[in-house]
């Protein structure tokens, strides 16, 4: 267990040079990143930059006395629950373990500057079961973990959101463009991870599929490559995973069935989660939501930048 403070840059505001930001990161953790999943391109790590620069910050009429927001700001710190090893959506650098990066990263910087006007966040790493429980002790100010939002955990904990669809998605092999989504899996050999929600999902929307189920999923991905099969239906982000691994995958379209994620708070905080729900509409309008998505997800998914879901829009949130 140690403690260390990580020096990032930012782009100035006119583009002429960079000023430099103090990133505080947590005593088993590292803070976030310039590099986008997968490399360190200085070009990635200037998007990144450029983004971060441009994001909104909220008025200072927000940060009402005595409310949750002025009491992070005034620590001078976000503390997210957030993994260091998931591809695309908050994973450390292996290389350089100061950086992490990938959507749910990008998305706690963006509120850090929402709510400092610059990077600062601080890093939990949580596992699935201790994520209530670091919210109701006041460990986080919030989790971004792929927090699937349900009514049974909205009784512990709130829920900002939802700001993002997950669910289940396709793959085909890197040089087939004839398959661009479940709508062209008609009459295709489907590959399907056993006991999997694809068992039941894709006979619903493609009945005249053929299902070929394997145990595991690098079995399905080699079964795919082998060409057993015409494309693999499972989780969107673990296909995204395999695909920033093997360049010889690509997902195709966005997901035919809906996981939204959520932005767990602490239960009862209305205020706060107001103010979280307000940021994320202000970063769909403004770009760097969408921005975020094609610095991660998107640079192995062919599509265009989904359609956020709406805020609300799900039981629990």
Request: hydrophobic share 40%; charged share 20%.
């Amino acid at each position: 267990m140690f403690s260390s403070r990580l020096f990032r840059r930012r782009a100035a505001a006119l583009g002429a040079g960079v000023a430099v930001t103090a990133l505080a990161l947590t005593a088993c953790s590292t803070g976030s990143s310039d590099n986008v999943p997968g490399g360190d391109d200085t070009s990635d790590a200037s998007s990144v930059e450029e983004m971060l620069a441009n994001a909104p910050v909220a008025d200072e009429s927000l940060f009402t006395p005595g409310s949750t927001m002025e009491k992070i700001r005034e620590r001078g710190t976000l503390i997210v629950a957030e993994a260091l090893d998931a591809p695309l959506l908050s994973q450390q650098d292996p290389t350089n373990p100061e950086n992490v990066s990938g959507f749910d990263a990008y998305l706690a910087q963006l509120l850090s500057v929402y709510i400092f006007g610059e990077p600062s966040v601080e890093i939990v790493p949580p596992a699935s079961e201790t994520r209530e429980a670091l919210l109701q002790n006041g460990t986080v100010d919030v989790v971004f973990n792929t927090y699937t939002i349900t009514e049974e955990r909205a009784e512990q904990v709130s829920f900002a959101g939802p700001y993002f669809n997950s669910g289940l998605a396709v793959a085909v092999p890197a040089d087939n463009d004839e398959i661009n989504g479940i709508d062209d899996l008609g009459g295709k050999t489907v590959i399907v991870g056993a006991n999997t929600p694809a068992v039941t999902a894709v006979p619903e929307a493609q009945p005249t599929a053929e299902l070929i189920d394997f145990a595991t999923d690098p079995q399905a991905v080699q079964a795919l490559l082998q060409g057993r099969g015409d494309a693999y239906v499972q989780d969107y982000v673990l296909l995204a995973s395999n695909a920033a691994n093997n360049d010889e995958l690509k997902v195709v379209g966005q997901p035919f069935t809906e996981e939204p994620y959520g932005i767990g708070l602490q239960h009862g905080d209305e205020e706060f989660k107001k103010f979280i729900n307000d940021w994320l509409l202000e970063i769909q309008e403004s770009g760097e939501w969408g921005q975020a998505w094609e610095l991660s997800l998107g640079t192995v998914v062919e599509s265009e930048i989904p359609t956020p879901p709406s805020i609300g829009s799900v039981p629990g949130s």
